[in-house]
């Protein structure tokens, strides 16, 4: 069954946010066509935009993921979204804002029937093995005035002709849904809400009060992976993360390191 297309509407995904999202949302654009809404609110953030401010495109013709891969979003096939919001904390602080924001997700997810949603270190949202999201954070800025970019690509119904150029197995919310109506505008509404209030929380308690919910969604704890390091590769056995977000790898010989996010990539080994 094939998903009817809901163009992004401004007005009912605000109706839509809960109180505490629009009590600290600055700013809400929707456009049809953008180059990427990080590019976007990152030149924004760069001119001294406030925090607090969401930018939505029906579709991205430059989409970016991590380490610079493309990040396709074909015309309403998917949610393309992107938060700038302003940290009066050190950057150091903020280690594990990444999986933060893939909790955020998650959690959405679950709530629209998603069942089996999980996360892979450090940013991608998978089901089943399969990639159905992912996020890019950048930043910028001086300790007491540090911003993030926060951008979320969720894939809900992708044209398979466009498609087969990924490279990797991925799953959209029209296969696992199995033709249940999905609204974008409502799911945008709860994704923006629950962003706002995971970054509101991880301002008061950082990493270490979300790290519980980590564990639920963690798809990679208890896996042999390795870890492609920009001038090097590790592997060994994921044993969850740490209280600042990093993955906790051990290796042959017992010795359980830290790796931080980053440049990092991480490969689940046959």
Not at 125 to 131: A, I, Q, Y
């Amino acid at each position: 069954m094939k998903v009817a297309l809901e163009l992004l509407d401004r007005d009912c995904i605000l109706a839509g946010l809960t109180d505490t999202a629009r009590a600290a949302l600055n700013r809400l654009e929707v456009y049809p066509v953008l180059d990427s809404t990080n590019c976007y609110l990152m030149a924004g953030a760069q001119a001294e935009w406030p925090s607090g401010i969401v930018c939505l495109a029906e579709q991205q013709t430059s989409g970016r993921g991590r380490q610079g891969r493309s990040w396709l979003t074909p015309f309403g096939a998917s949610l393309a979204c992107s938060l700038l919001w302003r940290f009066a904390a050190h950057p150091t602080a903020l280690s594990g804002l990444s999986l933060a924001t893939g909790i955020a997700i998650a959690r959405v997810l679950e709530r629209s029937r998603v069942t089996g949603v999980g996360l892979k270190w450090p940013n991608d949202v998978w089901w089943r093995g399969r990639k159905l999201g992912g996020i890019l954070l950048e930043s910028g800025g001086a300790s007491g005035n540090f911003y993030v970019v926060a951008g979320v690509g969720v894939n809900i119904a992708l044209p398979r002709q466009e498609a087969a150029i990924i490279d990797q197995p991925w799953v959209d919310l029209q296969e696992i849904l199995a033709g249940e109506p999905i609204s974008r505008n409502v799911l945008a509404a709860a994704l923006i809400s629950e962003l706002i209030e995971t970054f509101i929380r991880f301002e008061q308690g950082g990493f270490a009060d979300l790290a519980a919910d980590w564990v639920r969604f963690d798809q990679v704890k208890g896996h042999q992976v390795s870890l492609h390091l920009p001038d090097t590769t590790v592997t060994g056995v994921a044993r969850g993360v740490d209280a600042t977000g990093a993955l906790l790898l051990e290796t042959a010989n017992g010795e359980v390191k830290p790796y931080i996010g980053g440049e990092i990539s991480l490969r689940l080994d046959p």
